[in-house]
């Protein structure tokens, strides 16, 4: 089983920039599809961003599509999300997790880091 950890959250106002990053333990991880999701205050956990093992397919959101860039680093066991142009509807924790199936079905395998908490002020 992968380990995930979550780090780069923090406090940003509109319109600004935020770089998440997930490092996963375990040589298994370049066989896991990953997604990004994220969980506001009284909501149901969404999905944001997924991206195929090799990265060379990723699939997001609507409503982060042309903002978000999600992309690995397999020989650093690490998934990325970069954020632009962030608006304080993205305010939520962050978590990333390893996905099962194609990646448009962003199905996670139950795998989550303990997220990161990324909030937007207007």
């Known amino acids: 089983q992968v380990q995930l950890v979550e780090s780069g959250g923090g406090l940003v106002q509109a319109g600004g920039s935020l770089r998440l990053s997930c490092a996963a333990s375990?040589?298994?991880?370049?066989?896991?599809?990953m997604g990004w999701f994220r969980q506001a205050l009284g909501k149901e956990r969404e999905f944001v961003a997924a991206?195929?093992?090799?990265?060379?397919?990723?699939w997001y959101a609507d409503s982060v599509k042309g903002r978000f860039t999600i992309s690995r680093d397999n020989a650093k066991n690490t998934v990325y999300l970069q954020m632009n142009n962030l608006k304080p509807e993205d305010t939520a924790i962050y978590y990333c997790?390893?996905?099962?199936?194609?990646?448009?079905?962003?199905?996670?395998?139950?795998?989550w880091g303990q997220g990161t908490q990324v909030t937007v002020s207007s």
């Open positions: 997790t390893t996905l099962k199936g194609p990646i448009f079905t962003a199905t996670p395998t139950g795998s």
């Open positions: 375990g040589r298994t991880f370049s066989s896991y599809a």
């Open positions: 991206i195929s093992r090799s990265g060379s397919n990723t």
